[in-house]
């Protein structure tokens, strides 16, 4: 029997692939290589000593969901594909609601069908908006701020109502801000999108590929008045996943799970982390805040920890150690 891996070719998808091959688990991918390279199936083929399954289609789609559960044996789904700009989504509100909740919705109804036990679907902490209350805990208000967080949001309800009709369980891992690489320096962070995130464009810095890094906002009322999030390694993130499939959740049908570290760092922070960790200088300058931006971010995980038994290991240190090793190693990949 195998997990069906939507995504499994992008950031989050290819380390999860590994975790779940590590966990002695078969994986098939479904791709549509919109936001990644096939390069990265080879990748992982190296990693994990075997090349996954791979089908490349669109996870919306009902005639290639129901191919793959015609083709393969399938007790099991973890769905991360999707898009995840939350700019763009402001620009093309409908084409996320309809790609990322056409998914879904196309995803439950086969999974349901073919009488899948568990579904683990990739939310975010977009789901969340200005949190009113630190750390931010599963229960807290749910206020998303874009047209992308409100599709997780909105994917959350999809799938637990779809789970209180039917066989199927569903498990939402609302993650933090997952940065790194897996420690060979096979696989990261690849897109063949743009790169938003922060580390990827400190990483660009580091690599001489852009001048200087700006960073959006100064007047935080935070530590160093530069913006606070939860940085969670993206192998930690991927072992989340194979506890998900594992956990007992009953009674209930459905549960969300924040994955994060419980701690924050500033921007300034994690720049002079990158700094000590590369040995390289990395210029940056003060700019205007960005609108949407939340000030402050951290997660409760203390439910992951007592359920699913999952808490994150590994250290921002070796998140950046991680992330550089990658980058190095691939130009043109992760900024570098
Ligand atoms: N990276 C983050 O900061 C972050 C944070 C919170 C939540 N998430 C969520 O985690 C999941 C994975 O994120 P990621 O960072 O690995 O992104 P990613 O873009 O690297 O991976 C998504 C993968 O899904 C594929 N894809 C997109 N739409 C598809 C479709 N309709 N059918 C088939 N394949 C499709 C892309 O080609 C890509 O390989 C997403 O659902 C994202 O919203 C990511």
Redesign the pocket.
């Known amino acids: 029997m195998a997990t069906l891996v939507?995504?499994?070719?992008?950031?989050?998808?290819?380390h999860t692939v590994v975790a779940l091959c590590e966990a002695g688990r078969e994986v098939v991918i479904?791709?549509?290589?919109?936001?990644?390279h096939p390069r990265?199936v080879d990748a992982l083929g190296a990693v994990v000593d075997r090349r996954p399954a791979v089908v490349e289609?669109?996870?919306?789609?009902p005639a290639?969901l129901e191919a793959v559960f015609d083709g393969h044996r399938i007790d099991s789904v973890v769905?991360?594909?999707?898009?995840?700009s939350v700019a763009e989504s402001v620009a093309d509100p409908l084409g996320y609601y309809r790609?990322?909740l056409?998914?879904v919705i196309e995803l439950a109804a086969v999974a349901v069908r073919h009488r899948i036990g568990r579904i683990v679907?990739?939310?975010?902490?977009?789901v969340y908006g200005t949190p009113t209350e630190m750390p931010v805990s599963e229960d807290s208000p749910t206020v998303p701020q874009s047209p992308?967080g409100e599709?997780?949001l909105m994917g959350e309800r999809i799938l637990a109502d779809a789970a209180a009709a039917s066989q199927l369980t569903a498990v939402m891992l609302?993650?933090?801000?997952?940065v790194g690489a897996h420690p060979s320096g096979l696989i990261g962070?690849?897109?063949?999108?743009e790169l938003s995130?922060l580390v990827p464009r400190i990483m660009q810095v580091a690599a001489g590929r852009r001048d200087r890094l700006e960073v959006f906002g100064a007047d935080y009322a935070t530590a160093d008045g530069t913006a606070v999030r939860d940085y969670v390694h993206?192998t930690d993130l991927a072992e989340g996943h194979v506890a998900a499939l594992d956990a007992d959740i009953s009674p209930a049908r459905s549960r969300v799970y924040n994955l994060g570290t419980g701690s924050g760092a500033t921007v300034l922070q994690v720049l002079a982390a990158a700094a000590e960790t590369t040995g390289l200088t990395i210029p940056h300058e003060l700019a205007e805040r960005r609108p949407g931006d939340v000030e402050a971010t951290w997660a409760d995980c203390s439910r992951a920890r007592a359920e699913l038994g999952w808490q994150a290991t590994r250290s921002l240190h070796e998140m950046l150690a991680d992330h550089w090793h990658f980058a190095r190693s691939h130009p043109g990949a992760s900024g570098a």
Do not use: Q, W
């Not at 939507?6 to 290819?14: D, E, F, K, L, R």
């Not at 679907?121 to 977009?126: G, L």
């Open positions: 939507t995504g499994g070719a992008g950031y989050v998808g290819s479904l791709d549509d290589f919109s936001n990644a990265t289609g669109d996870a919306g789609d290639v769905h991360l594909a999707a898009r995840k790609s990322n056409g998914s679907f990739s939310s975010s902490a977009a992308y599709t997780k609302r993650y933090f801000n997952p962070e690849d897109p063949s999108g995130n993206v």
